[in-house]
């Protein structure tokens, strides 16, 4: 099964997008209370592996971003903000 795969390590293949998909299913299934106890502990430890795999990503990405913006002069660095919802 693809989900046994993903617990036992996550492949560098895995994108991020399938990733967070993959997490917010075990979020899901957490969530959900309808899990035994032996597999709750599973899905908890394939949440942590994943959302560490995000956070690597994601951390990747930036230093790549902040590289192409230091290649081209007259960019100015900045944080990022997003647009705020009007909620």
Not at 12 to 31: D, G, H, P, Q, T
Not at 49 to 71: A, F, I, P
């Amino acid at each position: 099964m693809e989900a046994d795969k993903k617990a036992k390590g996550i492949s560098e293949e895995l994108s991020f997008e399938e990733a967070m998909e993959r997490l917010e299913e075990v979020v899901n299934n957490l969530e959900s209370g309808n899990v035994p106890l032996e597999e709750s502990i599973r899905l908890f430890e394939e949440g942590m592996k994943l959302s560490r795999y995000c956070g690597t990503k994601l951390e990747k990405l930036e230093q790549q971003v902040e590289l192409l913006v230091r290649e081209n002069e007259g960019w100015i660095k900045k944080p990022f903000q997003p647009e705020e919802d009007g909620d």
